[in-house]
C-alpha cells in the first residue's frame, strides 16, 4: 500500500533538486538565492516526512531564515546591477559546463552506485522527538555541543574583525 | 780501490744534477759533462781491474751505502753489487757512454740545449749504472724507470717539432706497458719470496718454488714482459724506430747501445729464475727469434738511415733473446758487448753521414761519399761487417756466431731455431750491405757541407778498434762469466755436427747476403726496383715498411678506441644523467607548478577529482 | 507507519551534494559559490537525518544541528571576507585572485 508521505516525500524531492538545480545557474543573484530559499523549504518539507519535525522546523529558521538573509543582506550591499548579470551569463558559457557536469555526474554515479549496489529494504519514517534530540544533544553530545559553540564563537569574533576592517577602509593595497 | 764503486753512478748523477740547475757556458758544460762520465769510466775501470785482480772470496763485491727505507718487511737497500755480469755491463756502458759524450760535445755544438742535452746524458748514464749495479730490483727499477724517462725526454729533445714529442710520448707509454707488468712480477716476487735483493731472491726461489711451479711462471714471465717493452721486442717493438727522432748520439747511446740491452741484463740478472720457468725461457727464445726475423724484413725497407739501423737493433737484441732463451747466457752478454761497440759506431757513422749532407736521411739520395768521408766509410765499414758478422775478423761475427750455435747446442735449443738464426744472419747481411751501398757507393746524389771534427771521428776510431778486437776475447770472456753464468748446454741432445761446422755455415750465408746486396744495390739496382715494383713485391714492400703493420694494428686496437673514449668523456656522459636528474626534476617542477594555478575552483575541483577517484578505488577493487 | 525506501533518501542527499558541487566548480561568483557550498552542506543533512531515521535513533539529527551550526559560522566569516574581497577588488570572480600561483 502506498505509505501517505511517500507522495509528499518525493514531491518535495522533486522541488529541492529542480530549485536547487535553477539556483546555481541564475544569472542574478537575488534570483539565485530565491531558488535557494525554495531548494531549503522544500529539504525541510523532505526532513518532515523523514520523521524528523524538530530539523525541519530549524532548517526553515535557520537556513530559510537567518542564513539566507545574510546572503540578502551581503547582495543588497554590493549593489550588484545589471552590468554583472552580463559578465555572470558571459561566464556561465556552456563551455564552462563541461568540467563540472562530468566530475558532477561521476561522483552522482558514484554515490547512487553504493546505494543500489547493497539493496537494502530499510525503511525510514520513525519520528524523534524533541525531548529524544534534547536528551541526545545534552547527553552524549555534550561535548560537541560545547565545540559547536566555540566554533560559532570563533566565526562571531572573525567575522567582526574582518568586517570591521573592511568597513573603516584603513586596508591598504598590497 | 773496490770502495769507490759508489762514485761510478754518483758522478754522472751529480754532475747531472749540476748541469741542470747552474748556467754554463757552452764551452764547460761540454767540458763537465764530459769529464763526469770519464771520471766515471775511468774509475770503472780501477775497480774492475781491482775486482779482476783480487777477486773477493764470495766472487762478488757488495757495497751497502744506507738502507733506503723500512716498511713492514720490505727493507730495500741502497748497495750495489758487482759481480762478472754486472762488471762487464758497467764497463761496457761507462765506456761506450764516455765515446758518444765525447762526439756529442761537436755533433751537439750550437745547439740551443746544449746545457740541458748534456744534463740528461749525464743522468741517463747515471740510471743507467745504477740500474746495472743494483744489488736489488727496487733499486734497479729505479734506474730502469730513470733511463726511461731520460729515453723520454732525449727523443723528445727537439720539443718544437710536434713530431718529437710524438715520438717521445710513444716511447715512454710503449715501453709503461712491459714496466706495469714489471712491477706486477716484483710485487708477486716480494709477496712470495718476502725480499727483492736479487741474489737472496734466487737462493729462495731454488728453494721454494718447485721447477715449472705456477709462481715461478708468473714472475717470469711478468719480468719477460718488462724486458720484452724495454728491448723493444715482439710485440711492444714499434716504439724503436720512432725513438730516433732523437739526436743521433741519443741514438746511438740509449736506443742501440745500453738502455734497450736493460731488458737482456735483466733476463741474465734472474736467470736462476727463468731456469726453474723453462716454458718462459723458451717463450724469450720464441719472441728474440720471431722478433730478429720481423725486424730484419723490415729493416730491408726502410728509406731512413737511422730507422734502418733501429730496425737493425731490434734485431740483433732478437739475437740476444734468443741465446738468453735457449740457455746460452755468456753468449746473450757477449753479443751486448761487441753489439754495444759495433752500434754505437754505426750510429756515430750515420750521424757524421747525415750532419754533412745537412740534415740527409734519406739513403737512396745519398751515395758515393767513399772519397768525401774516408774515414767515415771505413769506420760505418768495420762497423757494418760486425753487425753482418763478417767472420774470422769482426766481434759481430764471433759473437753472433756463438748465439747460432747456441741456438742449436744449448739447452733449450733446436734445429728450427739454428734455421731461424741463420736467415737473420743472411738478412742482417742483406740489409747492411744494401745500407752501406747506397749511402758510400754509386754516384753521389748531394753535397757534402760539413767535415766532422776530431772529437767526432776519435771515438769512431776507437769503436772501430773495439768492433774488431772486441771479438778476441770470446773465449777468456765465457771462461770469466762462468762463474755467475755459465753456458747451459744440452742435457739429451748430442749435437750432430759440430762448433766449426756451424760457423762455417754462417759464414756461407754471410757471404750469400753479401753477395746478393752487392748485385741488387750495387751492380744491378733494376733488379731491386723490379723486384719491389712487381704486385707481390709491392705488398710485401709496404707491409715490411710499415713494420708488419703493428703500428697500424695497436692504432686501431689500442689509440683509437682510447681516443673514442676520451672523445665521448669529452662531453661527460656521466655527468649528463645526473644532469639529466636535474633536468627531470625541472620539467616535473614546471608540470607541478603549471597545477598550482592559484584558483579557487581549479583546487576545488583537484578535491572534488580526488574524492571521485578515492571512492572508485574503494567501489571497483 | 511512515515507510519511505532508505535509498531513496541517500540518492536525494547524494543528488544535492553533487548538484551543489557543480555549483561550486562551475561559478565565478564569489557569492554564488558560497551558495552551492550551503547546498552541498544541505545534501550532506538530509543523508544524516536519512540515516537516524532509519535507526529511529536521534544522533543523525544532532548531527545536522552541528552541520548547521558549521554552515552558520562559515557563511558568516565567508560573506565578511566577501565583503572586503569586493571592497578591495570591486569584483567578485574568483579567478581574478591568483596571487598563490606557483
Known amino acids: 500500500m502506498t505509505n501517505p508521505m ?87 558559457a556552456w563551455r564552462a559546463w563541461i568540467g563540472p557536469a ?73 | 780501490m773496490l770502495r769507490l764503486l759508489w762514485l761510478v753512478p754518483a758522478i754522472p748523477l751529480a754532475s747531472a744534477l749540476a748541469l741542470a740547475v747552474l748556467r754554463l757556458s757552452q764551452k764547460t758544460v761540454a767540458w763537465l759533462g764530459t769529464c763526469s762520465i770519464t771520471a766515471s769510466s775511468v774509475i770503472s775501470l780501477l775497480v774492475s781491474i781491482s775486482f779482476l785482480n783480487a777477486p773477493p772470496a764470495s766472487g762478488a763485491y757488495t757495497q751497502i751505502l744506507w738502507r733506503w727505507f ?56 747515471g740510471c743507467m749504472l745504477t740500474l746495472v749495479l743494483a744489488n736489488n730490483l727496487l733499486l734497479l727499477y729505479l734506474g730502469w724507470e730513470g733511463v726511461g724517462l731520460c729515453s723520454y725526454l732525449l727523443i723528445g729533445f727537439w720539443y718544437r717539432d710536434p713530431a718529437n714529442g710524438r715520438a717521445g710520448r710513444k716511447a715512454f707509454i710503449v715501453t709503461r706497458a712491459g714496466d706495469t707488468a714489471m712491477v706486477i712480477g716484483l710485487f708477486l716476487l716480494f709477496h712470495d719470496l718476502g725480499t727483492l735483493n736479487i741474489q737472496d731472491l734466487m737462493h729462495r726461489a731454488v728453494l721454494q718454488w718447485p721447477i715449472g711451479s705456477s709462481g715461478a711462471l708468473a714472475a717470469a714471465f711478468l719480468l719477460l714482459s718488462g724486458a720484452v717493452g724495454k728491448s723493444a721486442q715482439l710485440p711492444l717493438q714499434t716504439w724503436l724506430p720512432d725513438a730516433m727522432a732523437g739526436p743521433t748520439p741519443v741514438s746511438a747511446l740509449i736506443h742501440a747501445a745500453t738502455m734497450v740491452t736493460a731488458g737482456v741484463y ?14 718462459a725461457q723458451f717463450a724469450a727464445a720464441v719472441i728474440g727469434a720471431a722478433t730478429l726475423l720481423m725486424a730484419g724484413f723490415s729493416a730491408l725497407t726502410q728509406h731512413d738511415l737511422k730507422r734502418v739501423l733501429a730496425y737493425s737493433t731490434i734485431s740483433q737484441i732478437g739475437y740476444m733473446f734468443l741465446a738468453l732463451g735457449v740457455g746460452a747466457w755468456p753468449a746473450a752478454i757477449f753479443h751486448f758487448m761487441t753489439h754495444a761497440f759495433f752500434k754505437a759506431l754505426l750510429f756515430l757513422g750515420a750521424g757524421i753521414v747525415i750532419e754533412s749532407l745537412g740534415g740527409e736521411h734519406d739513403i737512396f739520395r745519398m751515395g758515393g761519399l767513399r772519397q768525401k768521408l774516408p774515414v767515415t766509410f771505413w769506420t760505418f765499414l768495420v762497423a757494418g761487417c760486425s753487425l753482418a758478422g763478417l767472420p774470422l775478423i769482426t766481434a759481430g761475427a764471433f ?99 759440430g762448433e766449426m761446422f756451424s760457423e762455417a755455415i754462417v759464414a756461407l750465408v754471410f757471404f750469400l747476403g753479401l753477395c746478393l746486396a752487392y748485385v741488387f744495390f750495387l751492380r744491378r739496382r733494376d733488379y731491386s726496383t723490379v723486384l719491389a715494383s712487381s704486385p707481390a713485391g709491392s705488398v710485401l714492400h709496404r707491409f715490411w715498411f710499415s713494420d708488419w703493420g703493428m703500428d697500424w694494428l695497436y692504432d686501431h686496437l689500442f689509440v683509437r678506441p682510447v681516443v673514442w ?21 625541472e620539467i616535473a617542477w614546471r608540470g607541478l607548478s603549471l597545477s598550482q594555478s592559484g584558483r579557487l575552483r581549479w583546487y576545488a575541483a583537484a578535491v572534488a577529482a580526488g574524492t571521485i577517484v578515492l571512492i572508485g578505488v574503494v567501489i571497483f577493487s | 507507519m511512515t515507510a519511505i525506501p532508505m535509498a531513496d533518501g541517500l540518492i536525494l542527499g547524494g543528488i544535492l551534494f553533487a548538484v551543489g558541487l557543480a555549483g561550486v566548480l562551475l561559478r565565478r561568483n564569489l557569492l554564488l559559490i558560497l551558495v552551492s557550498i550551503e547546498i552541498m552542506l544541505n545534501g550532506a543533512g538530509v543523508t544524516f537525518v536519512a540515516a537516524g531515521s532509519r535507526w529511529g535513533q536521534a544522533d543523525g539529527q544532532v548531527m545536522f544541528l552541528f552541520i548547521l551550526a558549521a554552515a552558520a559560522a562559515e557563511v558568516s566569516v565567508g560573506l565578511a571576507l566577501l565583503l572586503t574581497y569586493y571592497h578591495r577588488r570591486q569584483t567578485l570572480d574568483a579567478d581574478y585572485v591568483n596571487e598563490m600561483r606557483g
Open chain 1, 6 to 92: 511517500e507522495i509528499p516525500f518525493f514531491a518535495a524531492g522533486a522541488v529541492a533538486v529542480i530549485a536547487t538545480l535553477l539556483a546555481i545557474t541564475r544569472t542574478i543573484a537575488v534570483h539565485a538565492l530565491l531558488y535557494l530559499i525554495v531548494s531549503l523549504l522544500a529539504v525541510a518539507v523532505v526532513f518532515y516526512t523523514m520523521g524528523a519535525p524538530v530539523v525541519a522546523a530549524l532548517e526553515v529558521i535557520i537556513y530559510a531564515g537567518a542564513i539566507v538573509v545574510l546572503f540578502v543582506f551581503v547582495v543588497m550591499m554590493m549593489n550588484l546591477g545589471a552590468q554583472d548579470s552580463e559578465t555572470e551569463r558571459k561566464w556561465l
Open chain 1, 102 to 174: 562530468v566530475l558532477s555526474a561521476l561522483l552522482l554515479f558514484e554515490v547512487i552506485y553504493l546505494v543500489v549496489r547493497a539493496p537494502v529494504s530499510a525503511t525510514i519514517g520513525s519520528i524523534s522527538t524533541p525531548k529524544e534530540i534534547g536528551l541526545a544533544l545534552y547527553g552524549p553530545y555534550l561535548l560537541g555541543v560545547e565545540l559547536a559553540s566555540m566554533l560559532l564563537l570563533g566565526a562571531l569574533v572573525g567575522a567582526c574583525h574582518v568586517g570591521r576592517i573592511s568597513r573603516s577602509g584603513r586596508e591598504v593595497q598590497q
Open chain 2, 70 to 125: 723500512d716498511v713492514n718487511g720490505l727493507r730495500p737497500e741502497i748497495a750495489l753489487y758487482l759481480d762478472p755480469l754486472s762488471l762487464v755491463m758497467m764497463v761496457v756502458v761507462a765506456f761506450v757512454s764516455f765515446l758518444i759524450h765525447l762526439y756529442s760535445t761537436e755533433f751537439m755544438s750550437g745547439d740551443d740545449g746544449y746545457g740541458r742535452f748534456f744534463a740528461y746524458m749525464n743522468l741517463f748514464v
Open chain 2, 266 to 279: 735483466l733476463i741474465a740478472r734472474t736467470h736462476t729464475l727463468y731456469s726453474l720457468a723453462p716454458q
Open chain 2, 399 to 497: 759473437s753472433k756466431g756463438w748465439i747460432v750455435w747456441g741456438a742449436y747446442s744449448a739447452a733449450n735449443g733446436s734445429a728450427e731455431l739454428w734455421v731461424v738464426a741463420l736467415a737473420g744472419v743472411f738478412l742482417t747481411a742483406l740489409y747492411t750491405f744494401r745500407m752501406i751501398f747506397l749511402v758510400f757507393f754509386g754516384q753521389q746524389n748531394s753535397q757534402v757541407t760539413r767535415k766532422p771534427g776530431p772529437a767526432m771521428v776519435i771515438p769512431c776510431l776507437i769503436l772501430a778498434f773495439l768492433s774488431i778486437a772486441g771479438g778476441y776475447i770470446r773465449t777468456p770472456f765465457a771462461s770469466y762469466l762462468s762463474t755467475v753464468l755459465a753456458w747451459n748446454p744440452g742435457i739429451t741432445r748430442s749435437p750432430s755436427f
Open chain 2, 565 to 585: 673514449i676520451a672523445k665521448v668523456g669529452k662531453g661527460d656522459p656521466i655527468d649528463g644523467f645526473y644532469a639529466g636528474v636535474g633536468r627531470l626534476n
